[in-house]
C-alpha cells in the first residue's frame, strides 16, 4: 500500500526526519511509537503533503506522491486525522462529516454523500444522535469519533490517524481503539498509528516502528514489540504508571 524511503524533513535547520523508512502493507494496522519531538506528527505530515520532503520517496500503490498536493493525495486515498482532531467547531456534527467529502461535491450527488454519512452514523451511533449539535460541544472521545468519520467520507484506502487517545479517559481510549479495530475488520481500512500510548496501539496493531530523533531505530510485529525490553523501559513502563495516575484521578472510591 504505502513505501516511505529515506525521508529528509527540514524545519528551518531542525532535522526532523532523517531517513526515515517505513511500509504499511494492504489492511494492516501499523503502530508508529516513539517519544516527544522524535517526529512522528511529521512522518503522517510528510506522507500527506502537508510538509515538504527534502529528499526521500513516498509511493502509493506504486505511484509516488511524495511532490503531490495535500488535495491530491486525498484524492488518491489518503486521509490523516491530525493530532487535536480540528474539527469546525462551531459546523454541526453532520456538517463536519459531509466536509469529509467536500473534493467530491463536483462529481457525487449530496444524496450519495448523505448516504456515506449515515454509514458513519450506524458506526459511531452517539454521533447519530448529535447529527444536529454543534461540534465544539462534543466530548473529546465524540470529537475523536467525528475527526475519523470525517476522514471515512474521503473514501480512504489509508488512514493516517495521529495520536487519537490523546486526552482521552482510560475507558474512552479503549472505546476508540475498539473502533480503530473494527474499522481495519469491517471496512478494510489500512491503518498507520501515531501513539504515545504504546500499549493500546500495540494491542490492535499487527506491526510497528519506534522513531527515536527523526530515525527509526527499531520495527517488527506488535508483539515483539510489546515483548521487547528496550520498548518496555521507554515507553510501556511509564505508560503503565500514567494510566494507573489517571484512573485513580477519575475514581472516586481512591
Ligand atoms: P509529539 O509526540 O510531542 O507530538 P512528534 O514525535 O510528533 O512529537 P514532531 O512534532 O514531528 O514530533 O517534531 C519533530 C521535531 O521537529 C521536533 O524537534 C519539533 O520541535 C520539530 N518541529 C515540529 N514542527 C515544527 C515546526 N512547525 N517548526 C519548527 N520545528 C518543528
Redesign the pocket.
Known amino acids: 500500500m504505502l513505501r516511505v524511503r529515506n525521508l529528509h ?1 527540514y ?2 535547520r ?1 532535522h ?2 532523517r531517513a526515515a523508512s517505513l511500509h504499511v502493507v494492504d489492511n494492516e494496522v501499523v503502530a508508529l511509537l ?12 510528510a506522507i500527506s503533503g502537508v ?1 515538504r520532503a527534502a529528499s526521500g520517496e513516498v509511493v502509493l500503490r506504486g505511484e509516488s506522491i511524495v511532490r503531490a498536493r495535500p488535495d491530491q493525495i486525498v484524492r488518491r486515498g489518503i486521509a490523516h486525522v491530525p ?1 487535536g482532531r480540528h474539527i469546525f467547531k462551531p459546523l454541526t456534527v453532520e456538517d463536519n462529516l459531509m466536509l469529509g467529502a467536500y473534493h467530491r461535491y463536483a462529481r457525487s450527488s449530496r444524496a450519495a454523500i448523505r448516504a456515506e454519512a449515515e454509514e458513519v452514523f450506524r458506526l459511531f451511533p452517539v454521533l447519530a444522535e448529535r447529527r444536529g449539535q454543534a461540534a465544539g460541544t462534543l466530548s473529546g472521545g465524540e470529537q475523536q469519533m467525528l475527526a475519523i468519520g470525517r476522514a471515512l467520507l474521503s473514501r480512504p484506502k489509508l488512514l493516517l490517524l ?2 487519537p487517545s490523546m486526552g482521552l479517559a482510560p475507558k474512552v481510549i479503549r472505546e476508540i481503539f475498539d473502533h480503530i479495530a473494527r474499522l481495519r475488520a469491517e471496512r478494510g481500512v489500512t491503518i498507520l498509528l ?1 501513539e ?1 500510548n504504546a500499549r493500546a496501539a500495540l494491542s490492535i496493531a499487527d506491526r510497528g516502528y519506534v ?1 527515536e ?2 530515525r527509526v531505530v527499531l520495527e517488527g510485529p506488535a508483539e515483539d514489540l510489546l515483548a521487547n525490553r528496550e520498548v518496555q523501559r521507554a515507553y510501556l513502563g511509564r505508560e503503565r504508571s500514567r494510566t494507573a495516575a489517571a484512573e485513580r484521578d477519575t475514581d472516586p472510591s481512591v
Open positions: 524533513v524545519y528551518g531542525i526532523a526526519l516513539g517519544g516527544n519531538g522524535s517526529g512522528k506528527t511529521t512522518l503522517l505530515a510538509v493530532e495521529d495520536e501515531v504515545q522513531l530523533t527523526g
